[in-house]
């Protein structure tokens, strides 16, 4: 059976050591000293540990069940989910006057990854609703922010999200969920959606579907969609349950992973939706619920990694297989563990190099909404636009491969479904598709995130990694080791954009053709620049004669696997893209 360590020294590392939370000027984070934010990854970790990493492998054996219109979920999920709410875990970042504890999303965000890595189909119930309150938060008038919020933030009603519809999920303007406006001011929605996560279930009194629609008459396209909340029970005057409206689950998706989570096709017929935000602005205001989802959703490629990482290196201690080359190292045993082989280890240090530096990235990008959200910081809010696309698609992508490298280190025995290991790798597919699958998240990068207000972001994100190198310059802990390596990095990102730039006017589809591998390398770039960031850090807490000096040598050993093993993906990725569009686009599409 699978199990989970929180990795509540990592994330303090990070916290405290890289970003220096308590020392920023971020409102909030004067709080966040050590000691509190111990305590609260502490209490998250037992619950993470204790009941949700339990009942993962019960959610995917036993899955959801449809029954007369009820969703049931797995056994044991309502109960946890109760937990969650009695000890105030579903609102931690939301504001106090709605029940919310008004904590810094970086907290949320640290507490979220134990969470997810501990059961990620559970923990999506109130992922999806914490999305669904920040846009109601955002874009919602008074009365929408005093009917929906108190319950949302305590979780006695959950939220989703709704966009697909069968013909289209990437494209939306060709929705055809239709939403006609009311003498009362309200709408009557009609459509089908599918594939709606937390669509239906039995652990909260109501359901509040945030749901993409068109208002007949209105512009054609993605610019004539608007956002509706529509309950599932109407909500009365004095705030008690209503009249059941007219929502439905009409099935419920068998699927490869997250077997916990209901992925339901929801019929709208003539149900009752009130608008949020302004008409025909509906991609705005769902682009607040879908920005948040996509950091969520980038963490959980790191949470899986995580999990799958920490049982890949228990069982490589304890399997006995073949000897060292080098010398026996058990030689009371018939072998030695796994441990020893070069290429098991290289495996490990893949998955673990990127976790750790996956979750510094995670952090820092927390940080970044924290500074715009509670500071105003407009340069953060711009750098964190800019970086999304990057925690989702990069962390996912590389998080779903670290899940196959760990069950790769069981051998036959991560195939086979007692060992829990497939599960991970099941689990983790979908952080790649939804939330705009990771194509898309690369299109968005270099369409539009790179050139936004005429590149400045992508441009400060390079003055950043200069300014780091600079200020560290005489540094001969980091420099061979750390500083050279990301300056190179640094250096193929730019000749790509430069690239971009040369070549993408007069011939899109070169921009188009590299965007992925453009991603990616954006994504290693983002990591080595974690690392250095950590060893430095590592480097200073050594010197200051910090007592646990093992912790802070595996930072410095690991950031170095990283810059050597991993960063030079870089060179690969920027070759690929100078070779702009013709080996991609020279075979004829009947020739495939
Ligand atoms: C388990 C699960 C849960 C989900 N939960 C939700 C939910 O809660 N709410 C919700 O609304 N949706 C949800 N989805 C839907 C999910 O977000 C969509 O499946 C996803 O956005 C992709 O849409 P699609 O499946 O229609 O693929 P398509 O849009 O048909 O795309 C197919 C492929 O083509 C690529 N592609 C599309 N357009 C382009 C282009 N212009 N250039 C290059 N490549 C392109 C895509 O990257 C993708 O790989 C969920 C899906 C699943 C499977």
Redesign the pocket.
């Known amino acids: 059976m699978p199990s989970y360590t929180p990795p509540t020294k990592d994330m303090q590392f990070v916290l405290h050591e890289v970003l220096k939370v308590s020392q920023a000027d971020t409102p909030g984070y004067a709080e966040l000293d050590p000691e509190f934010t111990g305590a609260v990854l502490e209490e998250a970790g037992k619950i993470a540990s204790e009941v949700l990493t339990p009942l993962n492998p019960v959610g995917d054996t036993e899955g959801c069940v449809l029954e007369n219109g009820v969703v049931r979920t797995p056994s044991g999920f309502k109960e946890a989910f109760e937990q969650m709410k009695e000890g105030g875990w579903t609102a931690l970042d939301l504001p106090e006057e709605f029940g919310g504890q008004n904590m810094p999303y970086i907290l949320g965000t640290a507490v979220g990854e134990m969470f997810s890595a501990a059961n990620q189909a559970f923990t999506m119930y109130q992922g ?1 609703t914490h999305g669904a309150a920040s846009a109601i938060l955002t874009h919602g008038s008074d009365a929408q922010k005093a009917t929906y919020l108190p319950n949302m933030a305590s979780c006695q009603w959950t939220g ?5 519809e069968p ?5 939306l303007g060709l929705m055809r969920t239709k939403a006609v406006p009311q003498d009362n001011g309200t709408y009557k929605v009609s459509g089908q ?7 239906e279930h039995d652990m909260a009194e109501n359901i509040i579907h945030l749901v ?1 629609a068109k208002i007949p008459g209105g512009p054609e396209g993605i610019k004539g969609v608007s956002l509706f909340i529509v309950p599932k029970f109407l909500v009365n005057e004095d705030g008690s349950l209503g009249a059941r409206n007219g929502v439905s689950c009409g099935k419920i ?1 068998e ?1 490869m ?2 077997h916990g ?1 209901s ?1 339901c096709v929801m019929n709208y017929d003539e149900a009752t939706g009130y608008l949020l935000g302004e008409e025909h602005k509906g991609m705005r205001a769902m682009f607040t619920m879908m920005n948040e989802a996509r950091i969520g959703v980038g963490m959980q490629g790191l949470a899986q990694a995580e999990i799958a990482y920490q049982n890949a290196l228990a069982y490589a201690r304890d399997r006995l297989q073949g000897r060292d080359v080098t010398g026996t190292k058990n030689p009371d045993g018939p072998a030695d563990p796994l441990i020893v082989h070069p290429d098991i280890r290289r495996s490990l240090l893949d998955q673990k190099s990127f976790a750790e530096g996956a979750r510094a990235f995670l952090l820092w990008g927390a940080n970044m909404i924290d500074q715009s959200h509670r500071g105003g910081d407009e340069a953060a809010e711009g750098m964190v636009s800019l970086l999304t696309p990057i925690i989702k698609g990069f962390l996912t992508d590389e998080g779903f491969d670290m899940t196959i490298l760990a069950q790769q280190v069981y051998g036959g025995h991560g195939y086979i479904e007692e060992w829990g290991m497939s599960q991970y790798a099941r689990d983790a597919r ?1 952080a790649m ?8 998240q690369a ?1 968005d990068l270099v369409g539009r995130k790179l050139p936004q207000d005429g590149g400045k972001h992508v441009m400060a994100f390079f003055d950043m990694v200069k300014t780091f190198l600079k200020e560290n310059e005489g540094n001969e802990a980091l420099g061979k080791d750390f500083l050279n390596p990301l300056k190179e990095a640094s250096k193929h990102l730019q000749a790509a954009g430069m690239f971009f730039m040369q070549n993408g006017m007069k011939n899109p589809n070169a921009a ?1 053709a590299g965007s992925y591998d453009f991603m990616h390398l954006f994504g290693h770039v983002c990591l080595g620049l974690m690392w250095a960031q950590m060893a430095k850090a590592a480097h200073e807490a050594l010197e200051e004669g910090a007592s646990d000096t093992a912790f802070y040598q595996a930072k410095i050993k690991t950031g170095r696997y990283y810059m050597t093993r991993r960063l030079p993906a870089t060179a690969m990725h920027l070759k690929r893209i100078e070779s702009g569009a013709e080996p991609v686009m020279e075979l004829e599409a009947d020739l495939f």
């Open positions: 999806l989703t999200m709704n966009l697909t013909h289209c999920g990437t494209d959606k599918i594939f709606i996560s937390a669509g993409l998706e699927k992973g997250i989570n992925t979908i598709i939804y939330e705009g699958a990771n194509g898309v299109l188009l």
